[in-house]
């Protein structure tokens, strides 16, 4: 007899350069035993990101291959790219009883809650203002002004469905937010 719960799954999402990817890491290192959910996406890696770490890079057939084969829980075009979560590896952590962490938008947000139902947690990361995220978007010095600008129109879209997430974290201190995500999953996990 199994008595092990199922694992949930931790939805963390924020406009683009709110700071998903490193709340993420660090995340990785206070709670060990949370498992990562690693996408697939048709973008080109950034400066410092690794295939399979922080996602695997994929082409648009080899995306539409896996979405047309059932094997992605959620999917969603994002800034003229594709993401997608990979359904297998992650239901099989759930039902082995582990957390996992899935850093995504919000299109792949709402795919994810409604496949998993109660078992999905979404936590929105807030940034602390629209002049903050422009900053960050400028320093990471992977996009031109024009895509600037509409990362963030698209972030303006964004944060008004932070309203149906279950919690809200604003991003305004890294190790805070981290910690404030880490007791969110501590206590419902």
Request: hydrophobic residues 40%; proline residues 6%.
């Amino acid at each position: 007899m199994r008595s092990r719960r199922p694992g949930r799954a931790f939805v963390l999402s924020s406009p683009s350069g709110g700071g998903k990817t490193t709340v993420v890491q660090r995340l990785r290192r206070a709670l060990p035993t949370l498992a990562r959910s690693v996408s697939v996406t048709t973008r080109a890696p950034r400066p410092g990101e690794r295939r399979g770490r922080e996602y695997r890079f994929v082409s648009p057939a080899a995306f539409h291959r896996l979405r047309r084969a059932g094997a992605l829980l959620e999917q969603a075009r994002v800034h003229d790219a594709w993401y997608g979560t990979p359904r297998r590896p992650l239901l099989q952590a759930l039902a082995r009883g582990r957390d996992a962490v899935l850093s995504i938008d919000v299109q792949g947000a709402r795919q994810v809650r409604r496949a998993l139902g109660t078992r999905a947690v979404l936590i929105f990361l807030v940034p602390p203002s629209m002049a903050s995220l422009r900053q960050r978007l400028v320093r990471r010095r992977t996009d031109s002004p024009a895509a600037i600008r509409r990362r963030l129109a698209q972030a303006r879209r964004e944060l008004a469905c932070a309203a149906w997430y279950d919690y809200r974290v604003v991003n305004d201190r890294l190790a805070r937010a981290v910690r404030d995500v880490a007791a969110i999953i501590q206590r419902k996990g």
